[in-house]
């Protein structure tokens, strides 16, 4: 939920503008048998810090994650497993994937190339049995 009490389970849009995404990539669409997939997002800096991409992520997973998703359209896959990677300085999206059930599984060295300098990724996971 935004700031000015609006509920938004998929902010993707906010007064029908572009205010971030999210989704989840598999590595190989074609071998679902490894059950993992990654979730990326993002979100327009004049939105930070209002919990609109924790409450997002949370609706995400649960409505899409949790359970079996469809990769290729077709097959079910049960997933056991969705990781993350953030960069090591945003500590606001750390925050978002820790509030929602994701833990720290390590460092990534020099993991990102941007603006012409190197930065670290931590890599987050959530499990289910």
């Known amino acids: 939920m935004s700031s000015s009490g609006r509920d938004h389970h998929a902010p993707d849009e906010l007064d029908e503008v572009a205010v971030g995404g999210i989704g989840l990539t598999f590595g190989d669409p074609t071998d679902i048998e490894a059950h993992t997939a990654e979730l990326g997002y993002w979100l327009g800096e004049a939105f930070w810090g209002q919990g609109i991409m924790e409450a997002t992520v949370r609706a995400f997973m649960g409505e899409h994650v949790e359970g079996s998703v469809r990769c290729d359209g077709e097959r079910p896959v049960q ?21 929602n059930g994701f833990e720290l599984e390590g460092r990534l060295r020099r993991y990102w190339f941007k ?15």
């Open 79 to 99: 997933l056991s497993r969705v990781v993350a990677v953030v960069a090591a300085a945003n500590v606001g999206s750390s925050r978002v994937l820790e509030k």
């Open 115 to 129: 603006r012409g300098e190197y930065g670290d990724g931590l890599q987050y996971s959530k499990v289910w049995p």
